[in-house]
Nanobody, 115 residues
């Protein structure tokens, strides 16, 4: 069973930056697609960014040009660099692993963008 642990959330002012990290256990990480999702209060969880095992990336329109997803297979880590943060980015951010339709979620990390 894969375990995912997110870190790096916090309170940041509008225009600021944060880097989220997700540590994955297990041996399937390098063969898995990874993603970041977020959920604000009263809304559905939404996709933020994904990266395949071949390093192809995909972003939600709302974060294109501001967020960057990356992975380090040697460390079983996936990252989300978030720049030019806006109040609308406030949410709990979740890491997701997808391997042959077997999905795993982390516990989430809170990101709050406020002055």
């Amino acid at each position: 069973q894969v375990q995912l642990v997110e870190s790096g959330g916090g309170l940041v002012q509008p225009g600021g930056s944060l880097r989220l990290s997700c540590a994955a256990s297990g041996s399937i990480f390098s063969r898995s697609a990874m993603g970041w999702y977020r959920q604000a209060p009263g809304t559905q969880r939404e996709l933020v960014a994904t990266i395949t095992s071949d390093y192809y990336t995909n972003y939600a329109d709302s974060v294109k040009g501001r967020f960057t997803i990356s992975r380090d297979n040697a460390k079983n880590m996936v990252y989300l660099q978030m720049n030019s943060l806006k109040p609308d980015d406030t949410a709990v951010y979740y890491c997701h692993l997808d391997f042959r339709n077997l999905g795993s979620w982390g516990q989430g990390t809170q990101v709050t963008v406020s002055s």
